[in-house]
Structure formats: C-alpha cells, structure tokens
Nanobody, 123 residues
C-alpha cells in the first residue's frame, strides 16, 4: 500500500520560512517524479513544484519561483519543500504527490497523494 505522509506544516509570519517533508512508503521514490500541490481556501488545488527521479530536473509554478525549492533524498524516500519569503497568499493545504513524469503531474495531477498539511502565513 502506497502512503505519502507530510510533515512540517504550521503557522508562520509573513517573510518567514518553513520546510515541509514527505516520506513515501510502498513505492520506490527514485522511480517517481515527486512534488507538491497546494489548495488555498476556497480555491482549486494547484501545482507548486516537482523534482525528477534523479533530482536533476525541477519545475516550479511562477507564483513560487525564487522562493520555494523542491528537493529529494532518494535514500530516505523523502521529498522536501523549502519555502522562503512566505506571503499570506501562500496559505493553503499542501499535498505531497508522486507521478510518472513532470508533464503528467502538471497536466493530469498525481498517481499518489498525501493527506495534506496546513500552512498558514499570518501575523
């Protein structure tokens, strides 16, 4: 059974930083593109960023470029989302995701999803 479990959400002030982690089980993370989506209050889920199987190729949404970084440690079956310079509009539930390709993830979503972790940016 595949499980993606996120850690690290919480409340942070504007301008602050937060790092989310996602541990995968039941699959070999190195065989999948791993990434993140988010769902702001009252809005649809949206792509945030993803990292290829080797870790050499990344893709990010325009809204987070230069602020958020997706990385991975295949030995630990873990993917990370480092979020810097956080803004109130980054408030959302953040979901870890796994898919076969970055294109597939951006167009169709993911093959597997985590349960989500809340990130709130507020003073």
């Amino acid at each position: 059974q595949v499980q993606l479990v996120e850690f690290g959400g919480g409340l942070v002030q504007p301008g602050g930083s937060l790092r989310l982690s996602c541990i995968a089980s039941g699959l070999t993370a190195s065989s999948y593109v791993m990434g993140w989506f988010r769902q702001p209050p009252g809005r649809d889920r949206e792509f945030v960023g993803a990292n290829s199987q080797s870790g050499h190729l990344t893709s990010s949404a325009d809204s987070v470029k230069g602020r958020f970084t997706v990385s991975r440690d295949n030995a630990k079956n873990t993917v990370y989302l480092q979020m810097n310079s956080l803004k109130p509009e980054d408030t959302a539930i953040y979901y870890c995701a796994a898919a076969s390709t970055i294109q597939a993830m951006r167009i169709s979503g993911a093959d597997y999803w985590g349960q989500g972790t809340q990130v709130t940016v507020s003073s």
